[in-house]
């Protein structure tokens, strides 16, 4: 039974996921951008049977940064701080020139790393490590559509 392991209720406890730290920690491939990814999850039962879990993300944190570490854009969603709704920043490495815009958060639904991958590759050019890239994205976006509990 998945509700214990190693003596913690996993039902109870937010897990967290993560490539952040000093660059060039996340190079993109074929790219001098700089990924950082964070995520907080729960694992969480489906159904009243036993056997069925999912992960159920609690918050997330998607940031890209240039070559000389200007961030450029990021997608966040972190309830209860506000503000709880998902959102994301363009600054300083996006070029924007309005001040307003880089100071904002702007409302943008939910975001799965999945479709952050797929802007990459489309928007910058980042050259993904496997040639059914495209195939492996789309699988695991319906996926995560197909079970997500909100968004």
């Given at each position: 039974m998945l509700g214990y392991f190693g003596g913690?209720?996993?039902?109870?406890?937010?897990?967290?996921?993560?490539?952040?730290g000093k660059p060039p920690l996340a190079q993109l491939s074929g790219t001098e951008l700089f990924l950082f990814?964070?995520?907080?999850?729960?694992?969480?039962?489906?159904?009243h049977d036993d056997q069925a879990w999912k992960v159920s993300t609690t918050s997330y944190f998607?940031?890209?940064?240039?070559?000389?570490?200007?961030?450029?854009?990021s997608y966040h969603w972190h309830p209860p701080s506000a503000p709880a709704?998902?959102?994301?920043?363009?600054?300083?490495?996006?070029?924007v020139g309005r001040a307003e815009l880089q100071k904002t958060h702007m409302p943008t639904g939910r975001v799965a790393v999945e479709?952050?991958?797929?802007f990459l590759v489309e928007?910058?050019?980042?050259?993904?490590?496997?040639?059914?890239?495209?195939?492996i994205v789309l699988r695991n976006l319906?996926?995560?559509?197909?079970?997500?509990s909100w968004g």
């Amino acid at each position: 039974m998945l509700g214990y392991f190693g003596g913690v209720n996993v039902r109870e406890k937010t897990h967290h996921l993560s490539f952040v730290g000093k660059p060039p920690l996340a190079q993109l491939s074929g790219t001098e951008l700089f990924l950082f990814f964070s995520q907080n999850y729960r694992i969480v039962q489906c159904s009243h049977d036993d056997q069925a879990w999912k992960v159920s993300t609690t918050s997330y944190f998607y940031r890209l940064d240039d070559e000389e570490g200007n961030e450029i854009l990021s997608y966040h969603w972190h309830p209860p701080s506000a503000p709880a709704y998902p959102h994301l920043h363009l600054k300083r490495g996006s070029l924007v020139g309005r001040a307003e815009l880089q100071k904002t958060h702007m409302p943008t639904g939910r975001v799965a790393v999945e479709s952050v991958v797929e802007f990459l590759v489309e928007t910058f050019n980042v050259v993904p490590l496997k040639e059914d890239w495209e195939h492996i994205v789309l699988r695991n976006l319906r996926q995560f559509e197909a079970n997500r509990s909100w968004g």
